[in-house]
Structure formats: structure tokens, C-alpha cells
């Protein structure tokens, strides 16, 4: 539960980095990943996506203080990572972006959601004095 704890915390700091930086700097946030001459009302559309980045990360901090009770939340990131992948990878076989822009974003992706898939809590042991009862989570 402490890898998965850990996890969370860092989904949740990436989050909220990326989504600062996407209000605040999208041009460069834009330049990094090897976007030149984007239209001046892509900002608006990239600091969008941050304010959901950055929300997003609230979630992740609150279910890493219980994440057998928020599971939701991890049940999210596997979604995500995995959406994100295949995103990235359609757009680069469609020949929209490079994997130099979005190779990185789909290695960070896959890892997240194969992280949240290893530390996902399988059993919750109930608190009763038989041991015994243990339901599964979905």
C-alpha cells in the first residue's frame, strides 16, 4: 500500500506541475515538446487542459491518503495512462506528431498505468474477527 501511496503522490505532483506550467507558460510548455508557430488561441486550449491537469492532481492527493477508499481514483490513472498511450500512438502512426514529441509523454503514461496495475489493491481484508472475510475490489 506504501508503493501505491507513493504513486499516487507523484501522479498527483506531476499533475500539478504539468498544469501550472500549461496556464501560466504554454508557449514554452509548447516549444519544449517541439510545437513552433502554434496560433495564439492554442493557449487557451492548452492552459484548459492544464486547469483539468492541475484538478486532477486534487483527486490523486486525496486518494493517497486512502487509496482502498478512493480506488476510483486508481482505477482513473490505469484508464488514463492507458487512453494516453494509445492517443500518442495513433497520432504518430497518422503521421501528426514525431515520437519526439509524443514518445515522452507515452513512456511517462504506460509507466504510470502499469505502476497503478502492479501496486492495485487487490483484497481488502474487512476489520471482523473472522479473518476469513475478505472482499474483492473491482
Request: aromatic fraction near 10%; proline fraction near 5%.
Amino acid at each position: 500500500m506504501k508503493m501505491l501511496r507513493a504513486l499516487l503522490i507523484l501522479d498527483s505532483a506531476v499533475l500539478l506541475l504539468l498544469g501550472c506550467a500549461l496556464i501560466f507558460i504554454p508557449h514554452l510548455v509548447a516549444l519544449a515538446f517541439g510545437f513552433k508557430d502554434l496560433p495564439p488561441g492554442m493557449g487557451y486550449i492548452i492552459g484548459q487542459w492544464g486547469c483539468v491537469l492541475g484538478t486532477l492532481s486534487i483527486g490523486y492527493f486525496a486518494a493517497a491518503v486512502n487509496p482502498i477508499r478512493h480506488v476510483v481514483w486508481v482505477q482513473v490513472g490505469i484508464a488514463r495512462g492507458v487512453l494516453e498511450c494509445l492517443l500518442g500512438m495513433v497520432y504518430i502512426l497518422r503521421g501528426i506528431v514525431t515520437w519526439q514529441q509524443a514518445g515522452f509523454g507515452i513512456i511517462i503514461a504506460g509507466l504510470m498505468a502499469l505502476g497503478y496495475l502492479i501496486f492495485y489493491p487487490r483484497e481488502v481484508a474487512l476489520p471482523a474477527t473472522n479473518s476469513a472475510n475478505v472482499v474483492p475490489v473491482l
